[in-house]
């Protein structure tokens, strides 16, 4: 019945076959067991895998399905999370030596909805410290860096590293990440991903380790667009438990999915101003495909200037998440920064050095930059622009690595809130995947993956896999 290796099938298919009793989930999760025993010990996907929990919970979904209680497109499917999420009586450390005997009692919420959907957790995944960083690589954490499947020399992005290196390489089917700046927008551009960062707000993020209270959004890093669609609708509603937790309604996200972009008015970003030069040719390549692919379907596309360079969004970010980087974790820093990584040592020193008063002016620079982008967006249905300016470097030239995470308009939509995605646009002439960002209105996370839905429906990206 399935011609595709199990680990390589997509949640939207894998999910059809359970529920037609075509697909045991006990074989797929064995499947993907298997396959993190084959490969994993040369990614570095995992910190940890839960695999006798994860064949109970397999076991149990078979059972429900046998008995007629499907939970929905997500039961019965595998999938894994950055290792920030809380998950009880599974360790969580977040690649830190100061929370390696850390084993929460409680589930974060998007664990708690992920398993009510019925979906089955592997284990956790790769990370920075925390969670968070400078974008240096630095090879000294207590668990080796993840790898990317395409190029096991280069980079994965970060910080959400394993979430874009397991998805790739099918060690996971879907993967949670957290996303402050571009960590699920940048690991999946470098992986060859669809990484949707939501509105603030759409996703609780209770029982997720705090990174940058203002900016910090979960989000999922997916193979498909579908894919993508069906996880946002497992994870999206509202959490009182979650301050910043919005009570907006949750429409379907995949009704309209294959509606196309017919009259849809779509933006489109050729001109990055100060920030130009950065651009890799093969991504500029990507977005001039994307854009033509969308106007035959019968967008109406339209040329946009930004009204403020991405640099001025990193800028503020930055100040703001040093800032509160340091509000969370400045008692360990001040107790026990010799057992930190020195990236998370850098990124706290650099919170030392921002005054209150620079941490205000971030703010108010915040609203006139929210303001100016969503002048922009409130005219279009979408905007098509850049995401990560570079393809995934090699770990050998750690000045690329870093520039691969400080080069980029992804802080665009953390400053703003609305949402974003990158998608895969294909492949350089080194075969490592190029990437675009389609962003739409806040709350209208439908349209953004409908968007990229149209042109991922016209590619064969997905048709190829690494070859590892």
Same mark, same amino acid.
């Given at each position: ?11 939207? %298919? ?49 059972? $429900? =399905? ?45 664990? $708690? ?25 630095? &090879? ?14 280069? !980079? ?96 379907? !996200? ?19 101003? $100060?920030?130009?030069? =950065? ?7 990507? @977005? ?13 596309? @339209? ?14 970010l930055r100040i703001m998440n040093w800032t509160e980087s340091l509000s969370i974790h400045e008692a360990d820093f001040l107790g026990r920064a010799h057992e930190m990584g020195q990236a998370l040592r850098d990124k706290m020193m650099s919170g030392f ?19 100016? @982008? ?20 090699? &770990? ?30 294909? &492949? %350089? ?7 675009? =960002?389609?962003?739409?209105?806040? &709350? ?25």
């Amino acid at each position: 019945m399935i011609d595709t290796a199990l680990y390589y099938l997509t949640v939207g %298919d894998a999910g059809r076959a359970i529920r037609r009793g075509e697909l045991s989930p006990v074989d797929l999760v064995d499947a993907y067991l298997a396959r993190i025993e084959s490969v994993d010990a040369a990614l570095h996907s995992y910190l940890l895998v839960a695999g006798d929990r994860a064949r109970d919970a397999a076991r149990l979904a078979e059972a $429900e =399905q046998h008995a007629g209680r499907s939970r929905g497109p997500m039961h019965g499917i595998p999938y894994a999370a950055k290792d920030n999420y809380y998950t009880a009586g599974i360790r969580t450390c977040a690649g830190s030596r100061l929370m390696l005997d850390h084993v929460p009692s409680y589930d974060a919420a998007a664990i $708690e909805r992920m398993r009510a959907a019925g979906a089955i957790l592997l284990g956790k995944l790769n990370t920075w410290e925390y969670g968070t960083g400078t974008g240096a690589v630095h &090879f000294d954490l207590p668990y080796p860096p993840a790898r990317n499947p395409w190029d096991t020399n280069r !980079f994965t992005g970060g910080s959400s590293t394993g979430s874009g290196a397991s998805v790739a390489a099918g060690t996971a089917m879907i993967a949670l990440g957290s996303d402050t700046g571009g960590s699920v927008r940048l690991p999946a551009a470098a992986c060859g991903l669809q990484g949707l960062k939501p509105t603030f707000g759409r996703i609780s993020r209770h029982g997720m380790l705090p990174n940058c209270y203002s900016a910090d959004v979960p989000g999922a890093l997916a193979w498909t667009v579908e894919d993508s669609a069906l996880v946002l609708e497992a994870l999206a509603g509202h959490d009182a438990r979650d301050p910043a937790s919005a009570a907006q309604a949750v429409p379907s !996200f995949t009704a309209r999915l294959e509606d196309g972009v017919k009259d849809l008015v779509i933006g489109v970003v050729r001109d990055l101003g $100060e920030d130009e030069a =950065q651009l890799d040719a093969a991504n500029r390549a990507g @977005i001039e495909q994307m854009s033509r692919l969308l106007g035959a379907q019968g967008a109406r596309l @339209i040329d946009i200037a930004l009204p403020v360079p991405p640099r001025e969004y990193q800028k503020a970010l930055r100040i703001m998440n040093w800032t509160e980087s340091l509000s969370i974790h400045e008692a360990d820093f001040l107790g026990r920064a010799h057992e930190m990584g020195q990236a998370l040592r850098d990124k706290m020193m650099s919170g030392f050095m921002i005054r209150g008063v620079d941490y205000l002016a971030a703010q108010r620079r915040r609203r006139e930059l929210t303001t100016a @982008i969503d002048t922009v967006l409130r005219s279009l249905d979408a905007l098509i622009l850049p995401g990560a300016y570079h393809v995934a470097p090699p &770990f050998s030239e750690p000045d690329r690595v870093l520039a691969y995470t400080s080069d980029s308009a992804c802080p665009m939509f953390s400053i703003s809130g609305h949402p974003a995605m990158s998608v895969c646009t294909g &492949f %350089d002439a080194d075969g490592m995947p190029t990437n675009a =960002q389609i962003a739409g209105k806040w &709350f209208d996370e439908a349209t953004v993956l409908r968007v990229a839905r149209a042109y991922e429906r016209e590619t064969a990206w997905r048709d190829r896999r690494p070859a590892l």
